[in-house]
């Protein structure tokens, strides 16, 4: 088992940045992919971005390109999201998890491990 633990989300201006975090633990794996979503009330769970634990490949939702980075740290086993110039529209409960292939998917049924979930809420 893969054990995802998130932090940083946080009420911010428009504008503003955050950063998110993801440490895991538990079982590891050859290779891997780490991603983050985000979910609205009412609305499917949506991709943001994912990156290759081996290599650092990335892959971003065309919404958050050029404002949201997603990086990682081997040596401290955890990612990130560092998110700026955020918008309403970012608003959300943003989800780390984890996908043991090593494609950047996109879909949140193909990551087999999950984060609890922290709320980022950017007001206008």
């Known amino acids: 088992q893969v054990q995802l633990v998130e932090s940083g989300g946080d009420s911010v201006q428009a504008g503003d940045s955050l950063t998110l975090s993801c440490a895991f633990s538990?079982?590891?794996?050859?290779?891997?992919?780490m991603g983050w979503f985000r979910q609205v009330p009412g609305k499917e769970r949506e991709f943001v971005a994912a990156?290759?634990?081996?290599?650092?490949?990335?892959r971003y939702a065309d919404s958050v390109k050029g404002r949201f980075t997603i990086t990682r740290d081997n040596a401290k086993k955890s990612f990130y999201l560092e998110m700026s110039s955020l918008k309403p529209e970012d608003t959300a409960v943003y989800y780390c998890?984890?996908?043991?292939?090593?494609?950047?998917?996109?879909?949140?049924?193909?990551?087999?491990?999950w984060g609890q979930g922290t709320q980022v809420t950017v007001s206008s």
């Open positions: 998890a984890v996908d043991v292939a090593t494609r950047l998917r996109v879909l949140p049924d193909e990551y087999a491990y």
């Open positions: 990156v290759k634990w081996s290599g650092g490949s990335t």
């Open positions: 538990g079982r590891t794996f050859s290779s891997y992919t």
